[in-house]
């Protein structure tokens, strides 16, 4: 029987293929299940139970707590980034107006000079403000180109002399985003959505392990089905119930508050762990060789 020689090791000086894969190299992959996967109670923000649940008009379900703490953030973001820019507008106005100063005294003390009988020998690059005054024309030319080629060197290995890179700040977007769907997300768009818990003795026990069913067929939610909640008054229901009595009757099966069909917010939701629901449960990382560690690092290529 030949042997494999291409899955043994060997003792040449770089990595066989082989060798290689069995370090973690190139594209790994890994399926996800069900652990991996956000429940349709979790808040998009801490991934937890919700607690004082609140949705967006995409249907992202967050606790009340965190998104007001997310908002608020940004809103904080965007003040610091609107102090940066007037700043940097005020320095850049009062530069502009001390250089109109400068030009104006240049065209003055040029005035003068030419008015006594001196005529200047420079020009805006060798220009300097009167220091050696005008005791012969080469003398004052080369003095001046002097100073100003020290005083506009540019060198890398003078720490005096190191030239600095304008930093430039952008207007800010003045919009809150929604942290899960990046569309703009204001405070008044969100509403409040109120679950129907499962009316037995031993659920209520305990607040972790909450079992929340549709007020109208009275099926337990998961997250096999597709959930619709009224932002009117927040019920939420399945899909089926919604669009077979609240879409049609215009009201409210459970408090019987009038609603119209744009009231129905269809709630994004984590998949089911089974491929023929339409889930990407396929997760990749890329994994290339350190340099001369043999230690894997990673570069994310896709993760669903």
């Known amino acids: 029987m030949p042997q494999r020689h ?19 190299y190139g594209t790994q992959k890994e399926r996800l299940g069900k652990d991996s996967i956000k429940p349709f ?31 608020l953030s940004q809103k904080k973001d965007i003040q610091r980034k609107l102090s940066s820019l007037a700043t940097q507008q005020k320095q850049e106005k009062d530069e502009e107006e001390e250089r109109l100063m400068l030009q104006r005294a240049r065209e003055l003390d040029a005035f003068d000079q030419q008015n006594h009988g001196a005529v200047p020998h420079y020009n805006d690059k060798n220009y300097n403000s009167g220091k050696n005054g005008f005791h012969g024309a080469n003398s004052v030319k080369s003095t001046s180109y002097e100073e100003e080629a020290l005083r506009t060197m540019k060198a890398f290995w003078l720490p005096s002399a190191t030239p600095d890179a304008p930093k430039k700040v952008e207007a ?13 997300l204001r405070l008044k768009a969100l509403f409040a959505i109120k679950f129907t818990e499962e009316a037995h003795e031993h659920k209520r026990s305990s607040s972790l392990d909450k079992t929340f069913i549709c007020p109208s067929c009275k099926v337990t939610l998961t997250n096999t089905q597709s959930l619709t909640a009224l932002c009117s008054c927040g019920h939420v229901f399945c899909k089926k ?19 119209k069909e744009k009231n129905l917010v269809h709630l994004a939701k984590g998949g089911t762990g089974f491929a023929g629901h339409g889930d990407h449960l396929e997760a990749k990382d ?19």
Request: charged share 25%; with cysteine.
């Open 286 to 304: 890329f994994k290339h060789l350190g340099s001369g560690s043999g230690l894997g690092l990673v570069k994310p290529v896709l993760k669903s």
């Open 172 to 184: 800010p977007s003045t919009d809150t985003i929604c942290p899960e769907g990046k569309e703009k």
């Open 6 to 24: 291409s899955k043994n090791n060997n003792d040449l000086a770089i990595f066989t293929y082989n060798e290689k894969r069995q370090l973690g």
């Open 241 to 259: 119930c919604a669009d077979k009595f609240v879409a049609i009757d215009k009201v409210c099966l459970v408090c019987n508050k009038p609603c």
């Open 41 to 71: 109670d979790a808040c998009c923000l801490c991934l937890k139970t919700v607690i004082e649940p609140m949705s967006c008009s995409k249907g992202h379900i967050f606790c009340k707590e965190c998104i007001l703490e997310c908002l």
